[in-house]
């Protein structure tokens, strides 16, 4: 599967607990990118990681967020401290030029109970 | 204000009919449109790219005003395989993150 890959599909953690997801990026593709998204809503922007660089942060990203993208292939998102508001579905997403070219992939959704 | 608004609809259609959808947004300095289509609890997927001159991608047509500042999606001689929600997106300043507006739902029906 060439697509862009993220684990888990769904995470069910109690609230206060730490969760990180994994996202696996297109092998070619140099941009990587995280959104959220709730029930109704369309996803909402995170953070953008140009190779290992993180270029830009939302500021829906609080302090509780951490995005690393290391080597510049795979990234992980960790939330500390879940809260019931992050229960969400977190998509992944990658491009290999400028924004629009987006690939998502399946996406994690998070419940915290 | 959001950056982008859209009418949530629903909108439900015969097969064959022909729909339009519209979206606003506020960022007159964006560069960059475009329609992703997300089908029931999956991921949005590029429908197509929307340049100013209007562009039509078959059944699909996109044109962008960017005077007012709206975006269209016409969409000719609707298949059941068409429902989904459809999203417009509009490039933020820096051109990497993109804003997504609450999407439009459409059901096409027998």
């Known amino acids: 599967d060439t697509g862009v890959s993220q684990d888990p599909r769904h995470k069910i953690t109690k609230r206060g607990q730490n969760v990180t997801f994994r996202c696996d990026p297109i092998s070619e593709h140099n941009r990587l990118y995280w959104y959220r998204q709730t029930l109704g809503q369309g996803p909402e922007f995170l953070t953008y990681f140009q190779n290992e660089a993180q270029l830009e942060k939302s500021r829906l990203l609080s302090d509780r967020f951490s995005a690393e993208r290391p080597k510049g292939s795979f990234s992980t998102l960790e939330i500390q401290r879940t809260e019931q508001g992050d229960s969400a579905m977190y998509l992944c997403?990658?491009?290999?030029?400028?924004?629009?070219?987006?690939?998502f992939g399946s996406g994690t959704r998070l419940t915290v109970v | 204000r959001k950056e982008v608004e859209q009418d949530p609809g629903p909108f439900n259609v015969p097969e064959g009919a022909t729909v339009a959808f519209n979206c606003t947004y506020s960022n007159s300095a964006s560069q960059s449109f475009f329609w992703y289509r997300q089908d029931c609890r999956k991921e949005p997927k590029l429908l197509m790219s929307v340049y100013s001159s209007g562009n039509e991608d078959g059944r699909f047509t996109a044109q962008l005003n960017r005077a007012s500042q709206y975006i269209s999606l016409l969409i000719r001689d609707s298949k059941l395989s068409d429902s989904a929600t459809y999203l417009c997106v509009v490039a933020s300043n820096s051109g990497y993150a993109l804003n997504f507006g609450k999407g439009t739902s459409l059901l096409v029906t027998p």
């Open positions: 997403a990658s491009s290999l030029a400028q924004a629009g070219g987006y690939t």
